[in-house]
């Protein structure tokens, strides 16, 4: 399969299967584990425009715009209410090293919809078209600005006309890329993806560039929805988390090679460990424990022993533990195992990782597709 390098306006970002913005998971050492596996682009987890305009390099929240020379191109997904805090949190951004901002039209978690934020703007295509404005405004030209949305609020007849009211806007006012996920707000997570949709949203935009997104937990999932939809590329979220490898899967795939074996124990021992190492550099020996056992979680998946080792994560609470547990699990170069679909994308399926605790910089579940 033939496919062509992925652009925002003038920034290339090359082979079109990227990282989603993963709220409470796409931190810096997520990121950049997915690029050292193949991924060409990612984004960070979805940020309040006001605590991303407020916080200073003194505060410990500045980890959240942790950016390194080696993401590169990276997006900052922004997600509010106001519009006008949209334009300062841009800057911000752009001025923390990250590449494209991307806003989030997309999150369909109740406390964010209360809040007038993420997927709520779909019902009101003034805000967000002032929003894309805004912050298209604010930042250098050669900043792409992208759009996450989902196709509505509802299935009805007015969420549709909403819908590509801002997705025309968006593209009028100088976005360059808009991902779609193939679901309505109201829908969650609850069925399938509607990849028939998605292939109508793109024969509609044409030569624009348009992201799909949803049900895509394995690396010929990626290929699939390009093929079917047309769309120019996709954003990999929930299958990504715990299985960075998918990027250089559909890489090959797409190279025309048969997918490679699920990576052996000692491959995914070295990249477990070199996951908690980053983690501990950014987030210190009290914080690291705790937020790497929901990725520790994640990676069992892989385990052909997924469940026994699922629970031994569970159970972490010190460094040491840690090590023990790979010790024990890791020790011996087994074949590795693909996670089924029902494990990856279903809440609360057996071996998946409870979603994280609110938080009030990014908002769980803000950008999970």
């Known amino acids: 399969m033939t496919l062509a390098p992925l652009k925002f306006d003038s920034l290339h970002v090359g082979f079109p299967v990227v990282q989603a ?32 305009a407020e916080v200073n390099h003194r505060n410990k929240n500045r980890r959240f715009l942790h950016v390194t020379d080696e993401e590169h191109p990276v997006g900052g997904q922004l997600m509010g209410a106001d519009p006008e805090n949209f334009a300062p949190a841009a800057k911000r951004l752009v001025e923390s090293g990250f590449d494209v901002i991307d806003i989030n039209f ?20 003034d805000v967000a078209l002032e929003i894309v404005a805004r912050v298209r405004e604010a930042v250098p030209a050669e900043v792409p600005v992208t759009v996450k949305m989902r196709c509505g609020i509802d299935d009805s007849s007015e969420s549709r006309d909403n819908f590509y009211e801002i997705f025309d806007g968006a593209y009028d006012l100088g976005a360059a890329a808009i991902t779609v996920h193939g679901r309505t707000v109201l829908q969650r997570y609850d069925g399938p993806s509607n990849w028939d949709l998605l292939r109508e949203i793109k024969q509609h935009a044409g030569e624009r560039v348009v992201l799909g997104s949803g049900d895509l937990f394995a690396a010929q ?29 559909a890489r090959a795939l797409t190279a025309g090679d048969p997918l490679p ?15 908690y190492r980053l983690a501990d550099e950014v987030y210190g020996a009290d914080m690291c424990c705790a937020r790497m056992r929901k990725f ?19 159970k972490i609470r010190n460094p040491g533990q840690w090590q023990e547990v790979l010790a024990k ?20 399926a057996q071996g998946k990782a409870p979603l994280p605790a609110a938080s009030s910089t990014t908002e769980p579940g803000g950008s999970l597709a």
């Open 221 to 249: 999932d990626c290929l699939d929805m390009m093929r079917i939809t047309g769309v120019d590329g996709v954003t990999v979220a929930r299958g990504a988390i715990g299985n960075p490898w998918i990027f250089a899967q």
């Open 21 to 52: 913005a993963l709220s409470g998971y796409s931190d810096w050492p997520m990121r950049v584990i997915a690029r050292r596996s193949g991924a060409s682009y990612t984004i960070c987890e979805v940020m309040l425009d006001k605590f991303v």
């Open 106 to 125: 997309g999150c369909p978690v109740k406390k964010v919809l209360g809040r007038c934020r993420g997927g709520f703007h779909l019902s009101q295509p």
């Open 261 to 275: 074996d699920p990576p052996s124990l000692f491959e995914q021992r070295e990249v477990i460990a070199e996951h």
């Open 296 to 314: 520790g979680i994640k990676y069992a998946r892989l385990h052909p022993q997924h469940i026994e080792v699922r629970d031994a994560f569970v």
């Open 329 to 348: 699990w890791y020790a011996e170069d087994l074949s590795g195992v693909y996670p089924t679909a029902d494990e990856v994308g279903t809440p609360g």
